[in-house]
């Protein structure tokens, strides 16, 4: 289903209706993104106001100095640090929220056992 306000079906400020759900993603989006990640970290594949806010606490354009750097990173789908997929998934999501749909969800699952394997390392 989409809507004009993407991820955020209901179309509140948080994306929420339950103030605990609003909680947990205000955690995510003070996270530092350059701290350790933990797998507890990892949001599940199913919540999708989750994975976004995930996304979303890491911001490729920055990291790499420019969407250019960004997007030519991702292409590369190197996969070999936690930076390299933490990029692929903002770009992703960052597309999703444009497009108004969920294909973030898709890669996020796409890269769940790569974030799982480099945070067991």
């Given at each position: 289903?989409?809507?004009?306000?993407?991820?955020?079906?209901?179309?509140?400020?948080?994306?929420?209706?339950?103030?605990?759900?609003a909680?947990?993603?205000?955690?995510?989006?003070?996270?530092?993104?350059?701290?350790?990640?933990?797998?507890?970290?990892?949001?599940?594949?199913?919540?999708?106001?989750?994975?976004?806010?995930?996304?979303?606490t890491?911001?490729?354009?920055?990291?790499?100095?420019?969407?250019?750097?960004?997007?030519?990173a991702?292409?590369?789908?190197?996969?070999?640090?936690?930076?390299?997929?933490?990029?692929?998934?903002f770009?992703?999501?960052?597309?999703?929220?444009?497009?108004?749909?969920?294909d973030?969800?898709?890669?996020?699952?796409?890269?769940?056992?790569?974030?799982?394997?480099?945070?067991?390392?």
């Amino acid at each position: 289903m989409n809507s004009r306000f993407g991820p955020f079906r209901d179309g509140n400020a948080t994306g929420y209706s339950r103030p605990e759900a609003a909680i947990g993603i205000a955690r995510l989006k003070n996270m530092n993104p350059t701290a350790p990640l933990a797998l507890s970290a990892l949001p599940d594949p199913t919540d999708r106001q989750a994975v976004f806010a995930f996304a979303m606490t890491f911001n490729g354009y920055e990291h790499f100095g420019s969407s250019e750097a960004a997007f030519a990173a991702a292409r590369e789908r190197r996969r070999s640090s936690l930076v390299d997929v933490r990029n692929e998934l903002f770009l992703a999501a960052r597309a999703s929220r444009h497009g108004d749909n969920d294909d973030y969800l898709e890669r996020y699952r796409e890269l769940l056992p790569v974030f799982q394997r480099l945070l067991a390392a």
